[in-house]
């Protein structure tokens, strides 16, 4: 919370009061107070560095002052109301993941024409036709009909 408020301070005396409330407005602060998670990553962004922005428009940032270690590199996705981890890039996964220090755009440089295939999203989870659900589950457009089944009658009478 002291490294927020530092940065709050640091970024009204560089822009000065208007210029770091135009600086609010611009980046997108008050549109995003409803998503708590979203207001946490904006708070975060203050003071830190856009590394780069893959293809998706996901946007990664870097803080390397009065931050912990693990927790200086971070994304903010593009798509602000469904975000999951697949979202990310290979070639920005191993930044985001320490594995790497090459950015992904650098990486992408790097890497041949020929190998491998386009990233996509994973949808499993998102939306009623990727989600799996069991034979019997009430959710289930082909579940069956436990109707012809009769409770079972016991014969002998106490």
């Known amino acids: 919370m002291a490294s927020v408020v530092k940065s709050i301070i640091d970024g009204v005396k560089e ?13 997108g602060y008050l549109r995003c107070l409803p998503d708590g998670n979203l207001l946490q990553t904006k708070i975060h962004n203050i003071g830190a560095t856009l590394v780069g922005v893959d293809k998706f428009g996901n946007k990664y940032y870097e803080k390397t002052e009065n931050t912990q270690y693990g927790r200086h590199r971070w994304v903010e996705y593009a798509e602000k109301t469904r975000y999951n981890a697949s979202q990310v890039p290979a070639e920005w996964h191993g930044w985001l993941h320490f594995i790497t220090d090459h950015t992904g755009d650098e990486l992408l440089l790097l890497k041949p024409k020929r190998y491998g295939v386009e990233h996509k999203e994973n ?7 990727f989600i799996y659900h069991s034979k019997g589950h009430a959710l289930n457009p082909g579940q069956r009909n436990w109707t012809r089944y009769q409770p079972w009658q016991s014969t002998n009478e106490p």
């Open 15 to 27: 822009k000065g009061l208007s210029g770091f409330f135009r600086h609010l407005k611009n980046e």
């Open 123 to 129: 949808l499993s989870g998102h939306g009623e036709e």
